[in-house]
T-cell receptor, first 113, second 112 residues
């Protein structure tokens, strides 16, 4: 298994509070991604990074921000959580480009009440 | 807009059968197609990646084919086992974008 650790694994938070999810990799892969998975929508890309301090938006980036200050860490922040952000969040990495196999972490289940 | 469809949404077969899972996509301008499996409560595990210039890839009992012109891929599982029970997802990488578009998956159950 690719060395990807997501934390926390579960979180319950209240509407309007800030939340940060962390993804840590030990593979030294260049590309890192944040997805959310919802019934009826499948997996959707939130943000991705192609290097330290290099990030870009995915298809559902509104309400989310990311940061990557080190190769191994990619943080996803919900500035003010809403109930529509209740989801399972997955971090993924790939070695060279998106044209390499994608490896996923085990996910963070976030509930916003 | 690229759309990826997997039919059926669920499939149940007895152990030992050979089976085929289907994936279709609307835009043939892709870099690659990937097949994943997802076990309950877990992340996705990469099974096979087929480059757009390739026709198929094999790994053990799994064989994936790609027909880009018709917008179709199949995942063939030989001699199915209960441990193959999982949700199988396909995803295509869009040309010009660092982005995979996923299908919603086929939930496969292999009955002992």
């Amino acid at each position: 298994d690719a060395g990807i650790t997501q934390s926390p694994r579960h979180k319950v938070t209240e509407t309007g509070t800030p939340v940060t999810l962390r993804c840590h990799q030990t593979e030294n892969h260049r590309y890192m991604y944040w997805y959310r998975q919802d019934p009826g929508h499948g997996l959707r890309l939130i943000h991705y990074s192609y290097g330290v301090k290099d990030t870009d938006k995915g298809e559902v980036s509104d309400g989310y921000s990311v940061s990557r200050s080190k190769t191994e860490d990619f943080l996803l922040t919900l500035e003010s959580a809403t109930s529509s952000q209740t989801s399972v969040y997955f971090c993924a990495i790939s070695e060279k480009t998106a044209n390499s196999p994608l490896h996923f972490g085990n996910g963070t289940r976030l509930t916003v009440t | 807009k690229q759309e990826v469809t997997q039919i059926p949404a669920a499939l149940s077969v007895p152990e030992g059968e050979n089976l085929v899972l289907n994936c279709s996509f609307t835009d043939s301008a892709i870099y690659n197609l990937q097949w994943f499996r997802q076990d309950p409560g877990k992340g996705l595990t990469s099974l096979l990646l087929i480059q757009s210039s390739q026709r198929e890839q094999t790994s053990g009992r799994l064989n994936a084919s790609l027909d880009k012109s018709s917008g179709r891929s199949t995942l063939y599982i030989a001699a199915s086992q209960p441990g193959d029970s999982a949700t199988y997802l396909c995803a295509v990488l869009i040309q010009g974008a660092q982005k995979l578009v996923f299908g919603q998956g086929t939930r496969l159950t292999i009955n002992p």
